[in-house]
């Protein structure tokens, strides 16, 4: 089945340093891979899409890679910001013909002034 | 900017009894989703509507839900008889085209959820 891994562990940083947060996922390919941002009781928020011919996609301060090789992706948040603190979800689909997303659990982001 | 909105934001209910989530998509929308998430857990798709009709459904989505437009505004999600393991805060989303697009305006949008709670 499809499964997504991303830090249970919330990352710690200082405000201004650039955050890197890891989404791993096993035994598919999907087509596309998503990033949101959710904040405590809230709906997620879209952040970037990235398509799996592509290897890296900007956005002001974010910035995704996909390495469909390593089965990985990595979003950056540069000059990070105390607001920026949240949880960071990782969500893949197009695996198979299938646009059903899964989600990771996310990662907690904390940026300390 | 327009926004999914979603009503109640909190539904408690007895076990047993019948819950309507709704859900009101952004009004240029084409496509619109549920999604639940348990307390602690990740997102989990339920179903994807367009045209009237189911587009894709996960395992989640037994036949104790169904989804329904029935107006031009509102979309909403029905669980017929609720479980303990329903409790969890619910989310729609809606997108302008399907998943998978390749002009990029598949970009889901979410509603604030509705936390479900059955007793």
């Known amino acids: 089945s499809q499964k997504i891994e991303q830090n249970s562990e919330a990352l710690n940083i200082q405000e201004g340093k650039t955050a890197t947060l890891t989404c791993n996922y096993t035994n598919y390919s999907p087509a596309y891979l998503q990033w949101y941002r959710q904040d405590p009781g809230r709906g997620p928020v879209f952040l970037l899409l990235?398509?799996?011919?592509?290897k890296e996609k900007r956005k002001e301060r974010l910035k995704v890679t996909f390495d469909t090789t390593l089965k990985q992706s990595l979003f950056h948040i540069t000059a990070s910001q105390p607001a920026d603190s949240a949880t960071y979800l990782c969500s893949t689909s197009g695996a198979g013909g299938s646009y059903i997303p899964t989600f990771g659990r996310g990662t907690s982001l904390i940026v300390h002034p | 900017e327009p926004e999914v909105t979603q009503t109640p934001s909190h539904q408690v209910t007895q076990m047993g009894q019948e819950v309507i989530l709704r859900c009101v998509p952004i009004s240029n929308h084409l496509y619109f989703y549920w999604y639940r998430q348990i307390l602690g857990q990740k997102v989990e798709f339920l179903v994807s509507f367009y045209n009237n009709e189911i587009s894709e459904k996960s395992e989640i989505f037994d036949d104790q839900f169904s989804v329904e437009r029935p107006d031009g505004s509102n979309f909403t999600l029905k669980i017929r008889s609720t479980k303990l393991e329903d409790s969890a805060m619910y989310f729609c989303?809606?997108?302008?085209?399907?998943?998978?697009?390749?002009?990029?305006?598949?970009?889901?949008?979410f509603g604030p959820g509705t936390r479900l709670t059955v007793l």
């Open positions: 990235i398509r799996e011919n592509e």
């Open positions: 989303a809606s997108s302008q085209s399907g998943a998978g697009g390749s002009t990029g305006t598949d970009t889901q949008y």
